[in-house]
């Protein structure tokens, strides 16, 4: 079956302006989580979604980070007034059910912001 | 905080060679994951480490999990080229910290023909 997909592969911005960045998590799986990672360092959890609900959103950076996912299946990462600290790759794993489930990562939204 | 060490960070070895990674944890955990990182590549999940004692193994790679001394170790037997990659642990917390995962840095591992 597919795996989690990503969208777009890259982005690349100018600082200032707004971004959504999109998640397909595994059919089925009810759980589902951003991580961003920078150049040689492991991921850093942003959020995490229990079906609808933003379950743990304690990752999150600042107030210009956001996250949905209205049906409990597709997610949006909407980052506004963009800066370049925000460069990096921001990941999306999904998980079946339970918080001790394996997470699947899928190939990653590489963000630059100019 | 839950904070994870790895070490080493970077790890050239030869193959046919045994080398083992340690993953080190601050707080109470519930769940051990060693994850797989090519250039450029996503994360591939290798194992899930959930008890005390849990011992699992795939091909050449072993991971074990003492959650007494919050340590986990992934143990590579006679090394081969195509295990050159990135390595990473990642914990949960399970003394009501984030749901996310907490990863480690990463270990670099160059294995050399």
């Known amino acids: 079956g597919a795996g989690v997909s990503q969208t777009p592969s890259n982005k690349v911005t100018e600082k200032g302006k707004y971004v959504e960045l999109r998640c397909d998590p595994i059919?089925?799986?009810?759980?589902l989580y951003w991580y961003r990672q920078s150049l040689g360092q492991g991921p850093e959890f942003l959020i995490y979604?229990?079906?609808?609900?933003?379950?743990?959103d304690s990752g999150l950076p600042n107030d210009r980070f956001f996250a949905v996912r209205p049906e409990g299946s597709v997610s949006t990462l909407k980052i506004q007034r963009t800066e370049r600290g925000d460069s990096a790759v921001y990941l999306c794993?999904?998980?079946?059910?339970?918080?001790?489930?394996?997470?699947?990562f899928g190939p990653g939204t590489r963000l630059t912001v100019l | 905080e839950l904070k994870v060490e790895q070490n080493p960070l970077f790890l050239s070895m030869q193959e046919e060679k045994n080398y083992t990674i340690y993953c080190n944890y601050s707080t109470t955990s519930d769940r051990l994951y060693w994850y797989r990182q090519d250039p450029g590549k996503s994360l591939e999940s290798l194992f899930v480490l959930l008890s005390n004692g849990a011992v699992k193994q795939e091909g050449r790679l072993m991971a074990s999990l003492d959650t007494k001394a919050r340590l986990s170790t992934l143990h590579i037997t006679a090394a081969v080229h195509d295990l050159s990659a990135t390595y990473f642990c990642a914990v949960g917390d399970s003394g009501g910290g984030a749901d996310g995962l907490t990863f480690g840095k990463g270990t670099h591992l160059i294995i050399q023909p």
């Open positions: 059919s089925g799986h009810t759980a």
């Open positions: 794993a999904s998980s079946f059910a339970f918080r001790t489930d394996t997470q699947y």
């Open positions: 979604f229990q079906g609808t609900g933003a379950a743990d």
